[in-house]
């Protein structure tokens, strides 16, 4: 219990986990082979859009409790307990790609082995990875070590995009794989802080708390695939989806969270987790039908909202479009697998134009479209001399537009709203015309 902690990789889990083991008095190490990026953190500048973590970051490294190098034989030699925080994208049929967890993996054991460190480490497994990916870290360093008492844990994080400093500094739970009572002890000591008003600390079996983030992933992920699946059934037979969600949300043993229809979901977690959990049961011999059916309804939601545009307009050559909203989420500049990118996509195909704003991820999409598209830095400017606006992402700024200001601006008073942000009696009055998900259009 020296307070002494290596991460092994500074993307979004790593950073945040590394920043906030920090803040609770920890001295730690946080290792990558990116040299510009860690040039960056020591400057004190966190490399992702996250509300609340350039200044703890700053504070933290400014006292000398966050450690950025890319030694990895320091962090090891200076720490009993590595958490690896390495990226596992998919592979091209689905599964999760293990070859960053499985490679460090081995450095680390050959560290140990050549420079004759203590054979005891522990090493949290805090990537989201499949089942039975812990056996194969043990195996390595079996492998490499022989004879040894390394303990490998699964830890699996629960971090939200644009929450994460919240939940990563007051988790509602924190998940640990381990049937050893050393790393049991030790694990408490380190998220004791952080469970202070009461929240539990549950102890598993790895591979328990392996499946334990796929299934929570996937489990979100349905919700949402259901009210966008429900949400067509309503624009058939007329009922209003919004009405039927605060119907269904009000019982306590559904939820009011994640019942909003849009686009579909996105970003580094669901799609990717998905399709990992779908690969691993399917291998198994038992595939996951409810599974398979939230992909492919997920799949098939953004041609859903595209078919509007389509009906709408038919002929889509040389029409522009604003796009508000370009991350997959609000509060992030993430735009991994984001709804935006696909329909634009869709809508450049067409021969559409696109001149598109969101706050913070303008800078990831240019490495995407470069000068196929045009990034506007003002809401407002984005809507010169467009046939429609159409809202992908949430925003609180775009809640409340005005809408007079808009029409000015505008050729045609059309809106496709992707996440239903507009109250339908209100915007009766602004005079626009509008097309949500499972509600009626007012034209």
């Known amino acids: ?139 390595i360093f079996d492998k490499v070590l022989g004879q040894n008492e390394i303990e490998v844990v699964s830890n699996p994080e629960f971090l939200r995009e644009g929450f994460a400093i919240e939940d990563a500094m007051k988790p509602e739970r924190v998940v640990i794989g381990t049937e050893s009572e050393r790393v049991k002890q030790e694990m408490r000591f380190l998220y004791e802080p952080f469970v202070r008003t009461g929240n539990p600390i549950i102890f598993m079996d790895v591979k328990s708390a392996e499946l334990t983030k796929y299934a929570a992933n996937s489990f979100l992920a349905t919700k949402i695939s259901f009210m966008n699946d429900l949400a067509r059934y309503c624009d058939e037979v007329g009922a209003d989806i919004e009405l039927v969600r605060h119907g269904i949300g009000s019982d306590s043993r559904i939820g009011n969270r994640f019942l909003f229809p849009g686009v579909g979901y996105g970003g580094s977690c669901f799609p990717k987790d998905v399709r990992a959990l779908m690969y691993s049961t399917e291998t198994a011999g038992m595939p996951l039908k409810i599974l398979e059916a939230t992909h492919l309804v997920n799949e098939s939601q953004i041609f859903y909202f595209f078919s509007k545009i389509k009906d709408r307009f038919e002929k889509l050559n040389g029409l522009k479009f604003a796009v508000w909203g370009l991350s997959f ?115």
């Open 1 to 139: 219990m020296s307070g002494k902690i290596s991460v092994i990789g500074t993307g979004y889990v790593g950073i945040v986990s590394g920043t906030t083991f920090a803040a609770h008095g920890n001295t730690v190490y946080c290792v990558d082979n990116n040299l510009n990026k860690l040039e960056t953190l020591k400057k004190g500048i966190s490399p992702i859009f996250e509300p609340g973590l350039d200044w703890l970051l700053k504070k933290n490294y400014e006292e000398n409790r966050l450690i950025f190098t890319s030694d990895l034989l320091e962090a090891v030699s200076n720490t009993e307990m590595i958490f690896l925080c390495l990226p596992t994208p998919p592979n091209e049929d689905g599964s999760a790609d293990l070859q960053h967890i499985l490679a460090v993996t081995e450095d680390i054991a050959r560290l140990i082995q050549d420079n004759d460190l203590p054979r005891n480490k522990i090493i949290v497994d805090k990537s989201t990875v499949p089942v039975g990916t812990g056996e194969k870290v043990k195996a």
């Open 329 to 443: 989420k609000p509060n992030t500049d993430d735009t991994r697998e984001s709804p935006a990118f696909r329909i634009i996509d869709l809508l450049l195909k067409e021969g559409a134009q696109i001149a598109a704003y969101d706050p913070e991820a303008i800078d990831n999409s240019k490495l995407k479209y470069g000068t196929a598209i045009e990034f506007v830095k003002d809401p407002y400017d984005v809507l010169k001399g467009t046939d429609a606006v159409l809202l992908i992402t949430e925003w609180g700024l775009f809640r409340r537009p005005d809408f007079d200001r808009m029409k000015e601006l505008m050729k045609q008073k059309i809106i496709f709203d992707g996440r239903n942000q507009f109250d339908l009696q209100e915007i009766q009055k602004t005079g626009f015309e509008y097309y949500s998900i499972g509600r009626r259009a007012v034209k």
